[in-house]
């Protein structure tokens, strides 16, 4: 049975199986939002940062023109998804103590979402880059169609299926 606190906030949600409110649900909500960013953030940074350092390799010259285009792609890729992991914090700090924590906990999880799509496109596509230096077209082209497979499986597929056993 769910109770009613001050200010109309439910204890108890059935939903969730805690005794909290609203207010600490999506203060909880909102920690692991940040949490996960934080994982993420270590993992984008990496290769980032791999990426950054590649055209100072001396092989770098000797690339032809797709893999320079699909390296230039992954740079732009990488800065996208880094700005968007700072989204969901520069809202908080936009509506901090203007009582929109929903909000923000509701746009910040439609932003992790995406980003858990460009990190796994963007690990994808390094890794695709890797194998186009290293042993070529075709081989590149397998690697990517596995991740892109991989990448509906466990990011789509797999939590509806878990979603859909569960309930």
């Not at 092989?59 to 998804?81: G, K, M, N, P």
């Not at 690990?123 to 880059?129: C, D, M």
């Not at 892109?148 to 990011?155: E, F, K, Q, S």
Request: include cysteine; proline fraction near 2%; glycine fraction near 8%.
């Amino acid at each position: 049975m769910e109770s009613h606190e001050a200010g109309g906030q439910e204890a108890g949600s059935a939903s969730t199986g805690r005794n909290e409110t609203r207010n600490e649900q999506h203060d909880r909500n909102w920690d692991d939002i940040l949490q996960e960013l934080r994982v993420l953030q270590t993992g984008v940074q990496i290769i980032a940062g791999f990426l950054l350092t590649l055209p100072f390799q001396s092989r770098f010259a000797e690339l032809d023109s797709t893999a320079v285009t699909i390296y230039l792609a992954l740079v732009v890729l990488a800065a996208v998804t880094t700005c968007l992991m700072l989204v969901p914090v520069t809202l908080h700090r936009k509506l901090f103590r203007l009582r929109q924590k929903e909000k923000v906990v509701a746009a910040g999880h439609c932003i992790l979402k995406a980003v858990l799509v460009l990190v796994g496109v963007l690990i994808a596509g390094s890794t695709t880059l890797i194998f186009y230096i290293v042993v070529g077209g075709l081989s590149s082209a397998v690697v990517a169609l596995v991740f892109a497979l991989g990448l509906v499986g466990g990011l789509y597929l797999y939590p509806r299926v878990r979603r859909r056993d569960d309930s």
